[in-house]
C-alpha cells in the first residue's frame, strides 16, 4: 500500500484472431439461442427501499439496477418552470466488464436514456420539481441500454410517475445477412450494423429509434418489425411484473 | 425540536406517521422506554442479514450482503501486476467502496456522498490490519508477476449501518473468490489457462495449488448508535441521523479487537458502555459466521 | 431558447402548413449553402460551410499514433464538437457541453459505421500504416460559429468537405524493424494522399411540426418541433445512421416514410454539395 498503486494488466487471453470468414455467420448463436428469439428476461419492482421507485432488471448476464427519487426540489439555479424536469444518469460498477481497466464510460447513455423517456412521462404532474433517473449497471452482457430503459420505465411506475404508456427498448444486431435479435456483447463486438428502438407498445409510438452502420431500407423495415415484436413480448412482461407487484402489497 | 412539550401534548390526537416526522426523536425515545424498536426489533438485536455469493459473473469471486434493507455488492477482480521492489514475494489488494446515485437520495451524480471516503477508509484499515488476506498467497513468481486483487464494494441500498454490510459483502466475495489459473507465455506475460482444456495445455500452470485464499481472522463489525444509555445495534438511517452517536467495533473470528471507532457525536461513552458494545458485536460475530459459513456450504453445494 | 409569441408560432406553423415557410422557402427546401475550404492552414484539411445564418467550421488533423490492441489492423478517429459560447446565449458556460456531447456521438456514429466496421464513411483500415504498431489518427474538430438551426447536417457537411480537403502525408517505412521495435517512418512533406470521401455519408434531418416534416429548419422552427429524425445517407443511397430527437413519439410508419423523404432530398444534397466542395476547391488553388 505504498500510495501509488502499479500498473497492472487482466491476464485474459488476448481476442482470439477472428474466425474464418465463412463462419462467422454461422446458423446458430454463441448462447444457442434462435436469431428472434430473446434472452430470458427478469424484473422485479422495488428493488431499493430508500429510492420513491426502483426497479432490477436481468437479460441473460446483463444485470441493471434503476433507481428513481422524486418528484423533489429541483436544484437551486433552476429557473420556474410549469413542466417537471427528468434527469437522467447511468453508470457501470468497475466489474461489469470483463477487463477492469478498461473503463467503459458511456457518457452519451444518460442523454440517450432521457431522450426514451421523455416522450413517455407527462411531466405537467410535477411542476417546478425534478424527477432523477439514477441506473446502475452491475454486470454487462450486451444489449446494455436497452435493458436500461425498460428498467427505467419500470422503476418510474413503481414510483408513481405519471406516464403516457411503459417504454421498453429492444436492440438488434445485423451480422452479415442476418439479423440477431437482443444481442450478447459478443455479438456485438463483431456487428455490422446496429438497430435500437424504443416505443409505446399500447400506443404504437416510437421514442426513440438509432441506427448504426450500412442499411438499406428493406432491412431497416424487417429490422424495426422484429424489434417491435420483442418490445410488444417485453411489455407483457413489465405489465405483468407491476400487477404482481401491486396485487402482493394489496394482501 | 423547536417544541418538546407541544410534542407531549399533541401526541395523543396526532396520528402516528405524522407524529413520527414532527418529532422523531420524541418518537423514538417511547418506543425506547418499551424496550422495542420502530420496525420491532428489541433495542440490542440485529436486522435479518442474508448473503449470496457469486453474484456477478464477471468477476473472480462477488458477494451480495442486505442486513435489513442495507444491500452491498462486492466485486473482486483479479490482475496481474509487477511486484513492488520492498515486497517481491506479495501481491495487492486495491480496495474501494462506491456509493452511486441509486443508493440513496443524498447522493447525486458527480457529488460524492460523504460518508463514502469514511466507510472505504475503515474498510482498508479493518480488511488490511486484520491480517486476513496473507499477500504472500498473492505472489505468481518471486520479483516478476503477483496478483492485484481489485476489491470493489458498491453501496445498492443505504439503510444504515453501511459499514458492517460492506465489512461482510468484503469478506464474503474474499471467500468466493477462485484464483484463475494461469501460466507464463513466450513474451514473460501471465496468461489465463482455459478451464475446458481444449487447447492442448504446452505449458504447466504456475499456480496450480493456490487457487484460493487461506482467510484467516476474518474481521466482523458491528455497529451501535448510543442514545441516552441506551445502546442501539445495528441502527437504520433514520436511527442513525436523529441520534447521532455511532460506535463501531470489529472483532475478528478469535475475537480480537480490530477495530474500534467512535467518530464524535453528542453523546459521551462510559468505557462500561463500550464494553457493552464489545459484547453485543461478540454474539453478532458468531451469528455472522453462520451466515457466513451457510453461504459458503450453499454453494459448495451447486 | 427562442422566445416566440403565440402569433409567431401560429404563423410558422401555418405557413409550413401551406408549403410556405417564412423565409419563402418550400418544406424540403434547404438555405442556400456556401464552402469553403482549406480556411485552417495548420491543419491537414479544413471547411467553413454556411446554411444560411448557421456558420460552421471543421477541421482534420492527421498524427502518427499506435494503433489499439483489439484493433490492430486499423486506425483511430475522433469526432469532438465545440459550441461557441458566441453562437447562441445557451451554449455560454456550461449549456453547450450537452449538445457538443450529442453533437459528437451522432457524428461519430453516420462516420464510422458498425463495430465490424461495415458502412464507415472513412475506411479505418486504409489508416494503418504498420499492422499493430503504426497508423493515422484522425483528429476531427468541429467549431460551432453561429447557430441558427440545423446543426447536425450543416456539420455534417462540413466534416465532408473538411476530409475532402484533407491530404495524407505518404510515409515511407524503413525496413528491418522487427519483434517489439516501433518501426521508424519517415513522413513525407511532399507528397499527399488525397483522401477518399466517396463513401462519407451527407446527413439529412427531418423536423416534424404539426403533421408535416421540413428539411433544414431555422432555430426559429427548430422551437417549435414536436420531433426530429437525422438519417445520414451515402452516395449510394444506403442509410448509414440514424438518430431520432426530440421527445414526442412517432409512428413506425411515420418513421419509414421519413426514411424514404430523406432519402430523396439527399440526392440534391449530395449533388449541392458536391458541385459546392469542387468550386470551392478550385477556388482555393487560384489563390
Given at each position: ?251 | ?292 459459513a451457510e453461504a459458503i456450504s450453499d454453494m459448495d453445494l451447486e | 431558447m ?13 405557413g409550413i402548413a401551406q408549403d410556405l415557410r417564412t423565409d419563402g422557402r ?262
Amino acid at each position: 500500500m505504498a500510495g501509488k498503486t502499479p500498473t497492472t494488466y487482466s491476464p485474459s487471453p488476448r481476442l482470439k484472431s477472428k474466425p474464418a470468414k465463412n463462419d462467422a455467420y454461422d446458423s446458430v448463436r454463441p448462447d444457442g439461442r434462435g436469431f428472434a428469439q430473446c434472452r430470458p428476461a427478469f424484473m422485479r419492482t422495488g428493488a431499493v427501499n430508500s429510492a420513491s421507485g426502483s426497479a432490477y432488471a436481468e437479460f441473460g448476464n446483463t444485470k441493471v439496477i434503476v433507481s428513481v427519487f422524486g418528484p423533489r426540489e429541483s436544484k437551486k439555479a433552476m429557473m420556474y418552470s410549469d413542466l417537471g424536469r427528468l434527469n437522467c444518469n447511468v453508470s457501470y460498477t468497475t466489474f461489469a466488464s470483463p477487463s477492469r481497466a478498461q473503463g467503459s464510460d458511456h457518457k452519451e447513455f444518460s442523454t440517450m436514456l432521457h431522450k426514451a423517456l421523455e416522450g413517455a412521462i407527462i411531466l405537467e404532474t410535477f411542476p417546478k420539481t425534478t424527477v432523477d433517473v439514477f441506473a446502475l449497471i452491475l454486470e454487462s452482457g450486451g444489449g446494455d441500454l436497452p435493458v436500461v430503459i425498460s428498467c427505467a420505465s419500470l422503476a418510474l411506475a413503481d414510483a408513481g410517475i405519471m406516464m403516457y404508456d411503459l417504454v421498453v427498448s429492444a436492440s438488434l444486431s445485423c451480422l452479415g445477412p442476418n439479423l440477431v435479435i437482443d444481442p450478447i456483447n459478443e455479438e456485438e463486438s463483431r456487428e455490422d450494423g446496429n438497430l435500437m428502438i424504443s416505443c409505446m407498445p399500447s400506443r404504437n409510438e416510437v421514442t426513440q429509434l438509432i441506427i448504426t452502420g450500412e442499411w438499406s431500407t428493406p432491412k431497416i423495415n424487417e429490422a424495426m418489425r422484429l424489434c417491435l415484436d420483442a418490445c410488444t413480448k417485453l411489455s407483457t412482461i413489465t405489465r405483468t411484473c407491476l400487477k404482481d407487484a401491486a396485487s402482493s402489497t394489496q394482501d | 425540536m423547536g417544541l418538546p412539550d407541544a410534542a407531549g401534548d399533541l401526541s395523543s390526537e396526532m396520528e402516528v406517521d405524522a407524529f413520527r416526522r414532527l418529532f422523531p426523536l420524541r418518537f423514538h425515545e417511547r418506543h425506547l422506554a418499551e424496550s422495542i424498536r420502530p420496525d420491532g426489533r428489541p433495542v440490542g438485536g440485529a436486522r435479518d442479514t442474508s448473503l449470496a455469493l457469486g453474484a456477478v459473473g464477471s468477476s473472480d469471486g462477488s458477494a451480495l450482503a442486505k442486513i435489513g434493507s442495507t444491500t452491498m455488492l462486492a466485486a473482486v477482480k483479479m490482475e496481474v501486476m509487477t511486484p513492488l521492489s520492498e515486497s517481491p514475494e506479495e501481491g495487492c489488494i486495491a480496495i474501494e467502496f462506491h456509493m452511486p446515485p441509486i443508493c440513496s437520495p443524498l447522493v447525486r451524480p458527480g457529488r460524492p456522498a460523504d460518508a463514502a471516503p469514511v466507510v472505504a477508509k475503515q474498510l482498508n484499515d479493518t480488511i488490511v490490519s486484520s491480517g486476513m488476506i496473507n499477500l504472500k498467497e498473492l505472489s505468481l513468481v518471486s520479483g516478476k508477476a503477483a496478483w492485484m486483487a481489485y476489491l470493489d464494494i458498491y453501496c445498492l441500498d443505504a439503510d444504515g449501518a453501511l459499514f458492517d454490510a460492506a465489512l461482510l459483502s468484503a469478506v464474503a466475495a474474499l471467500s468466493h473468490l477462485r484464483i484463475p489459473q494461469v501460466s507464463l507465455n513466450d513474451d514473460g506475460r501471465v496468461v489465463v489457462v482455459s478451464e475446458e482444456g481444449e487447447e492442448k495445455i504446452d505449458r504447466e500452470p504456475v499456480n496450480k495449488e493456490k487457487r484460493k485464499l487461506n482467510l484467516t481472522n476474518i474481521p466482523f463489525s458491528l455497529t451501535c448508535v448510543l442514545h441516552k444509555g441506551y445502546i442501539l445495534a445495528d441502527p437504520t438511517a433514520e436511527e442513525e441521523s436523529i441520534m447521532g452517536t455511532l460506535v463501531t467495533v470489529a472483532l475478528d473470528s478469535s475475537d480480537q479487537l480490530v477495530s474500534l471507532y467512535k467518530p464524535g457525536g453528542p453523546v459521551l461513552a462510559h468505557t462500561s458502555v463500550l464494553k457493552d458494545c464489545v459484547e453485543l458485536t461478540k454474539k453478532r460475530t458468531v451469528e455472522l459466521q453462520k451466515i457466513l459459513a451457510e453461504a459458503i456450504s450453499d454453494m459448495d453445494l451447486e | 431558447m427562442v422566445g416566440l409569441s403565440a402569433g409567431e408560432k401560429h404563423f410558422i406553423q401555418g405557413g409550413i402548413a401551406q408549403d410556405l415557410r417564412t423565409d419563402g422557402r418550400k418544406r424540403l427546401d434547404f438555405r442556400p449553402i456556401s464552402v469553403e475550404t482549406g480556411i485552417i492552414p495548420q491543419a491537414s484539411g479544413s471547411a467553413r460551410v454556411r446554411i444560411g445564418a448557421t456558420d460552421v467550421i471543421a477541421s482534420v488533423k492527421a498524427e502518427l499514433g499506435k494503433p489499439n490492441a483489439s484493433q490492430p489492423d486499423k486506425g483511430k478517429v475522433s469526432v469532438h464538437i465545440d459550441c461557441s459560447a458566441t453562437a447562441e446565449p445557451a451554449f455560454e458556460g456550461r449549456g453547450g457541453e450537452e449538445l457538443s456531447a450529442e453533437l459528437s456521438v451522432s457524428l461519430q456514429r453516420c462516420l464510422l459505421g458498425g463495430k465490424s466496421g461495415s458502412g464507415a464513411g472513412i475506411n479505418l483500415s486504409s489508416l494503418i500504416i504498420v499492422e499493430g504498431k503504426v497508423c493515422w489518427d484522425l483528429y476531427i474538430d468541429g467549431l460551432v460559429v453561429s447557430s441558427d438551426g440545423n446543426l447536425l447536417d450543416a456539420l455534417g457537411a462540413a466534416i465532408k468537405s473538411a476530409l475532402s480537403n484533407t491530404g495524407i502525408p505518404k510515409v515511407q517505412v524503413a525496413v528491418g524493424a522487427s519483434g517489439d521495435e516501433q518501426p521508424e517512418v519517415d513522413v513525407s512533406d511532399e507528397e499527399f494522399l488525397q483522401f477518399d470521401t466517396s463513401s462519407v455519408p451527407i446527413i439529412v434531418t427531418l423536423t416534424k411540426i404539426g403533421r408535416h416534416y421540413i428539411v433544414d429548419a431555422t432555430a426559429d422552427e427548430e422551437s417549435l418541433m414536436s420531433s426530429a429524425v437525422s438519417i445520414s445517407i451515402n452516395r449510394r443511397g444506403q442509410i448509414c445512421g440514424l438518430t431520432k430527437r426530440g421527445g414526442a413519439g412517432l409512428d413506425p410508419s411515420v418513421i419509414l416514410d421519413m426514411i424514404s423523404v430523406a432519402k430523396h432530398v439527399s440526392e440534391q444534397l449530395m449533388s449541392k454539395l458536391d458541385s459546392e466542395i469542387a468550386a470551392a476547391e478550385a477556388m482555393e488553388e487560384d489563390s
